[in-house]
């Protein structure tokens, strides 16, 4: 969890997921169901943000994952259900590991990069802005 800024008033949340790590890591990958496995997963996070950042809202939601891959194929129609921005890597050489990890990371510090950039030259109001980033 990074935070940028620390105004509680206008808490709005990013959240990036690693969705190879989530579905790998699953007992039954080629079964993983998203309305069985991934809504309890977002229900927690909103649990967490209202307990913890109760007059924040979640803005964003991005899923990385080599999507090329036949076992990822079914998931980004799944995903945009819930409002998740699916997010292509370059899968360079199939045993380059990590690589939705390092996209992920990239992404983010881009986006926070950017999107700072943009306020700093007045092309963008604070308040449209990501303050927190939940990775």
Not at 5 to 27: K, M, Y
Request: hydrophobic residues 45%.
């Amino acid at each position: 969890y990074v935070v940028m800024s620390v105004d509680a008033e206008s808490c709005r949340i990013g959240i990036w997921i690693d969705f190879e790590n989530l579905i790998q890591g699953h007992p039954n990958a080629e079964y993983y169901n998203i309305d069985q496995e991934f809504t309890p997963i977002l229900a927690r996070i909103q649990e967490w943000r209202r307990k913890y950042l109760p007059n924040s809202a979640i803005v964003r939601k991005f899923a990385f994952a080599n999507w090329s891959d036949p076992s990822f194929e079914r998931f980004p129609n799944e995903l945009s259900r819930f409002g998740v921005s699916i997010e292509k890597h370059l899968q360079a050489h199939r045993f380059v590991k990590n690589a939705a990890d390092i996209a992920l990371v990239a992404h983010v510090l881009q986006f926070a990069f950017l999107q700072k950039l943009a306020v700093q030259n007045n092309q963008k109001s604070e308040s449209n802005c990501i303050t927190h980033f939940l990775l």
